[in-house]
């Protein structure tokens, strides 16, 4: 039923309005093939993590790295290959790993761009942890996985669309997850904008492996997670002070369900003491080529 | 906005007919942007025939009765175009008017900047 409703959601878009070609004006959402892209954003900022004992991420140092041949590309993590880059709605076969572990762990894969150097200025990084929680560390380790999928990209109503359809190649959590989003850009005298809403769905499986407790890791008492929906909303602004410098500010929140079960009560997951992601950085970006 | 021509001459014949194009490329600096192209054609035909040159579908010009004939034309690109030659009603010779640029090909970027983060 859900990957009947996301296609009708396609298909509506998709008899609106004819979509329009790469605008060469439009710099910061097309590239040139065939060269690399790299830009490094300094400033300040963290992205938060829901889970007790986890540590914010200080966000002071940010890697943009991007490359596009005329099928293939890796752009921040996602390595693809679009079937007919110039068509109006482009599917794509992709594959990255899987961002879930990084909560669990500092050296993920998923966290190969980031950089812990100095304090969160949001505060403690540790969470005060209360005695009916689990706290990351005393976890069995959480696998990091592959995930491999296909993307749809496409312009409809003003917006650009994305849909995207995740499973685990790598045998680490054996399940799918969806996303769909939505994101209209405008430019103007104060800057360059961007507004974006997206809703995740992760099965049952993919929670479980990553957010569900064992009954050795919790007093002999098992937690399950359900299939989750986890809507976002994020906004990114950016401001050219020459071909090479700008100013840049950047904001997300993901919310996430807290609740998981036993075989006798469901309440709040003992892992989980936030029920939202949150990311943000101000700060300065350097276009190195 | 600059754009040139590729001085690349293209000359086609079959057993009664024979043409030369030229030049058969635009360059242009901007891949956004139509490329003005003059071009010139040249036939010649074994017999006196009646002969239509066309562009895109379009008639350029028509000669009657003639065994050979030219013509300058003044287009502008933003695809290639297919050049034809008519004798007698049919279609005898063909020849694309090709469209390149100095600027490397752009697409739309796929994953949103930073998301990582």
Not at chain 1, 88 to 109: D, T
Not at chain 2, 37 to 53: E, I, R
Not at chain 2, 85 to 107: D, T, W
Request: hydrophobic share 40%.
């Amino acid at each position: 039923m859900l990957v009947r409703m996301i296609a009708s959601l396609m298909l509506l878009g998709l008899g609106l309005f004819p979509a329009r070609a790469c605008e060469q004006t439009d710099a910061t959402a097309c590239v040139a093939t065939g060269t690399w892209q790299f830009n490094l954003a300094m400033g300040a900022g963290y992205r938060s993590n829901p889970l007790y004992g986890g540590r914010n991420w200080p966000l002071w140092l940010m890697p943009d790295v991007s490359y596009y041949a005329q099928h293939w590309f890796f752009d921040n993590g996602t390595l693809g290959y679009t079937l007919a880059p110039s068509a109006p709605v482009q599917l794509s076969l992709v594959s990255r790993f899987n961002e879930e572990a990084g909560y669990f762990r500092r050296a993920s894969p998923a966290n190969l761009f980031q950089r812990q150097g100095i304090a969160s200025i949001d505060g403690p990084q540790e969470k005060f942890l209360f005695s009916n929680e689990l706290k990351v560390d005393q976890l069995a380790k959480r696998p990091w996985a592959l995930d491999a999928g296909l993307q749809l990209d496409w312009q409809a109503l003003g917006l650009q669309w994305r849909a995207n359809w995740w499973h685990d190649i790598s045998d680490q959590y054996r399940g799918q997850h969806l996303k769909l989003g939505a994101g209209y850009a405008w430019t103007n005298s104060t800057g360059e904008w961007r507004l974006s809403a997206a809703l995740a769905w992760k099965d049952k499986a993919l929670m479980n492996t990553y957010y569900g407790i064992s009954a050795a890791e919790h007093n002999g008492q098992q937690w399950q997670v359900s299939a989750d929906w986890q809507p976002e909303i994020s906004w990114q602004w950016q401001y050219p002070l020459n071909h090479r410098w700008s100013l840049l500010s950047m904001f997300r929140y993901r919310w996430i369900n807290q609740q998981a079960s036993t075989k006798v009560i469901t309440g709040q997951n003992p892992l989980m003491q936030e029920a939202s992601v949150r990311s943000w950085f101000v700060g300065l970006n350097y276009r190195f080529f | 906005m600059l754009s040139s021509a590729a001085h690349a001459q293209s000359g086609q014949c079959t057993s009664q007919l024979c043409w030369q194009i030229e030049p058969t490329v635009c360059v242009s600096d901007n891949s956004a942007s139509p490329c003005p192209l003059t071009f010139s054609l040249h036939w010649q035909s074994t017999l006196p025939a009646a002969v239509c040159a066309e562009l895109a579908g379009e008639s350029l010009k028509c000669w009657t009765n003639q065994s050979a004939g030219e013509l300058t034309h003044q287009t502008s690109l933003t695809e290639p175009l297919q050049l034809q030659l008519r004798i007698n009603g049919e279609i005898q010779l063909r020849q694309q008017l090709s469209l390149l640029s100095r600027q490397p090909a752009r697409r739309k970027r796929l994953v949103a900047p930073w998301s990582v983060f």
